[in-house]
């Protein structure tokens, strides 16, 4: 390369260097993260579809239950389309949700449903007109890199909760649904959210007031060592899955054991986990239970197993990145959001 070229490129190197750096930097460890600003009636919602892909009919119960709360709704392109697996080809789905992270209109962006694709598009996107404007994420499944890598880098709050396709028909809902549907609404509105529930009997009581992040367990695995990985130090940690075999299970808790994330949390809560059946002759010979207290059998912090957070019907919002206080003790296990 003559030297003029090479002067130029590297100029050109450094520029982009900068603008990552100011777009990207990790907030000081033990910050309180910043809360975007709670919806009002009027406010608009913006839909989208960064991983699997969604019709736009599959989207109707959504858009009827958030408008019934006062919030308009702003579909993205995304929506509809279909690339095999995809909503579309990471190109068309990162060009909408980026559209929408710039739109100063928006005051929450939903993701139509989970599935696979946000690890294909996340270091593409430019998070700067969202940092100096943030606006609530909201989904869980998929959309945990994206609560990780906002809580990650930004410390801006976000929402793991249900997506379009788990929205019933409200005429044919149980109230379970309902009731976590509408636990969508009060943590965008601003509700202090207080969940309690019956213990476990292998839970570990104690008391944790901290920041809360987690979310799907395979996904936080495959983002070990990435610009997406949450820091789990003094923090509760709430994780979930579907679908996994229990050595599976085991694999990803060793993962968390292993990268440090287990070692000094504030708190850990075990969500719905949807575990495959073992093959007859290859049983793995650990419960649940078992995989997790054995990771965690030298800590103190408290641990509560079955909370309603995850693939099922009782999948409560929870507020990523904002203080919580966890109270587990051998009758009952409260979580309430600070903020």
């Excluded at 980026?98 to 962006?109: C, E, G, K, N, Y």
């Excluded at 104690?206 to 983002?223: D, Q």
């Excluded at 719905?272 to 054995?294: A, M, N, Q, R, S």
Aim: aromatic fraction near 8%; glycine fraction near 8%; charge should be neutral.
């Amino acid at each position: 390369m003559k030297r003029k070229q090479f002067i130029s490129s590297s100029v050109l190197a450094l520029g982009s260097l900068s603008f990552l750096q100011a777009a990207e930097v990790n907030y000081p460890e033990g910050e309180h993260s910043k809360n975007p600003a709670y919806l009002k009636p009027g406010d608009t919602i913006g839909i989208t579809s960064p991983a699997g892909n969604i019709s736009a009919e599959d989207c109707e119960n959504a858009i009827r239950i958030i408008q019934s709360w006062g919030f308009k709704i702003k579909m993205g392109n995304a929506v509809g389309k279909k690339h095999f697996t995809l909503g579309g080809t990471d190109k068309e789905r990162l060009a909408d949700l980026q559209q929408m992270l710039d739109d100063d209109s928006l005051r929450a962006i939903m993701c139509a449903r989970g599935g696979y694709g946000l690890i294909r598009i996340i270091d593409r996107l430019n998070f700067k007109k969202f940092i100096t404007n943030p606006k609530w994420i909201i989904g869980f499944s998929d959309a945990t890199i994206l609560h990780c890598h906002i809580n990650r880098n930004f410390g801006i709050a976000t929402l793991h909760s249900k997506m379009c396709n788990s929205f019933p028909d409200p005429a044919l809902a149980e109230p379970i649904q309902t009731e976590t549907i509408d636990s969508i609404r009060k943590c965008l509105s601003g509700t202090k959210m207080v969940y309690s529930f019956s213990s476990n009997i292998n839970n570990k009581p104690g008391t944790a007031s901290e920041i809360l992040v987690g979310g799907n367990l395979k996904t936080l695995e495959s983002l070990a060592g990435t610009a997406s990985d949450i820091i789990t130090k003094n923090k509760i940690l709430f994780v979930e899955d579907t679908g996994e075999y229990l050595y599976s299970i085991d694999r990803m808790f060793w993962n968390l054991k292993r990268s440090g994330k287990l070692n000094q949390l504030a708190g850990l809560i075990i969500g719905g986990f949807k575990i495959k059946p073992d093959d007859e002759g290859e049983e793995f010979g650990k419960t649940l239970e078992e995989i997790v207290l054995e990771k965690i059998s030298e800590f103190q912090y408290p641990v509560c197993f079955d909370f309603p957070v995850g693939h099922q019907k009782n999948n409560f919002a929870l507020k990523c990145g904002v203080m919580h206080q966890l109270d587990v003790n051998n009758t009952l296990v409260t979580l309430k959001s600070l903020a």
